[in-house]
């Protein structure tokens, strides 16, 4: 070996304590983030609670915990609760696991077991559950780039508080919803499959299974989603696109909405059909008194082919589809 490679040998060994120093540093920054961060979510959440109780309103996350060390931070609750007497809220649900892991810190991912029970002032207290419903959530600052829910074998019921029967209520296969800024603009998507809807929820009358699936942007959505508005006054949507259908019977809509200070909707929509005759078949038996003039109606729009279209406007309150008048919407709240 001559002089010059055994001075470079003895560089490199001199190098190998360094680097061992400098892994065991940023082992030590990286542990001591993970303690912190899990120390800073468990005392947040227990001040979150103890302001609520204070105000009156019972909350918990049930046995919080933080683990997941090194490699992930997940958050576990055995149950979830929130109980407003005042204004006659509550909720609860079973248990939530949270994480997001080093190899992706700045995505979430939520798992939450059902039952969700509500209740809320003017519905009626409600059990929905599911076989299976993930969160995810692509962190950002100041609000996450998109939060996605999405659920297998979704149902819901009646949840009375005396010992009647709970009315069934629907079953889905499948649904999902997508939500992402967009500038101000809030993003929302979805679809659902195999939608029944219980005869015993419409008061007896039957519905085939429905697919649905739709697009539509809500105007300065994010101020709005941080300011929380009681009313839709003043609000606006974008629809790209809301679709529902069963079979070969196709329903959909687009266009804008808007509902101005006074509650009046305005619209300029788009309504497609596909085999109007199966749709009207469909509505004649799902509202069988009004099922001469449905079948009426789609007749003369089966003569503008298998797939026609209609604008629907609605200029202050008034509402047209086509040429024909459908009177007045009362202003909304």
Request: hydrophobic share 45%; charged share 20%.
């Amino acid at each position: 070996m001559t002089s010059s490679e055994q001075v470079k040998s003895k560089r490199r060994r001199g190098l190998l304590p360094w680097l061992v120093v400098l892994l065991v540093l940023l082992f030590g920054l990286y542990s001591a983030g993970w303690f912190y961060m899990a120390d800073k979510i468990s005392s947040e959440a227990s001040q979150a609670v103890a302001a609520l109780n204070a105000r009156g309103i019972q909350a918990d996350c049930a046995n919080l915990r933080v683990s997941g060390y090194p490699l992930r931070l997940a958050v576990d609750c055995d149950g979830m609760a929130y109980e407003d007497d005042t204004g006659n809220v509550a909720v609860s649900a079973g248990a939530l696991t949270a994480v997001t892991s080093l190899v992706r810190p700045l995505l979430a991912e939520a798992t939450l077991r059902g039952p969700l029970r509500t209740i809320a002032p003017g519905m009626p207290p409600l059990w929905l559950d599911w076989d299976n419903l993930d969160v995810s959530a692509k962190l950002f600052w100041p609000l996450p780039r998109k939060v996605s829910l999405a659920a297998d074998g979704l149902s819901g019921q009646t949840d009375p508080a005396d010992d009647s029967d709970p009315v069934q209520l629907f079953n889905a296969a499948t649904a999902q919803v997508d939500f992402q800024p967009d500038g101000r603009d809030l993003v929302y998507a979805g679809t659902f499959e195999d939608l029944e809807i219980a005869a015993e929820a419409l008061d007896g009358r039957t519905v085939p299974p429905l697919n649905g699936a739709g697009a539509a942007t809500l105007k300065n959505g994010v101020a709005l989603l941080r300011s929380r508005p009681q009313s839709l006054r003043g609000q606006a949507v974008e629809i790209a696109n809301l679709e529902l259908s069963s079979g070969e019977a196709q329903v959909s809509v687009s266009g804008p909405v808007a509902v101005d200070v006074d509650g009046l909707i305005d619209a300029d929509l788009l309504i497609k059909l596909r085999n109007p005759q199966v749709v009207a078949a469909i509505l004649a038996t799902a509202i069988p008194e009004q099922a001469s003039k449905i079948n009426q109606g789609f007749a003369a729009l089966s003569m503008l082919g298998s797939e026609p279209s209609l604008p629907l406007k609605i200029v202050e309150g008034k509402a047209v589809l086509g040429f024909i008048p459908l009177g007045s919407i009362k202003p909304i709240d």
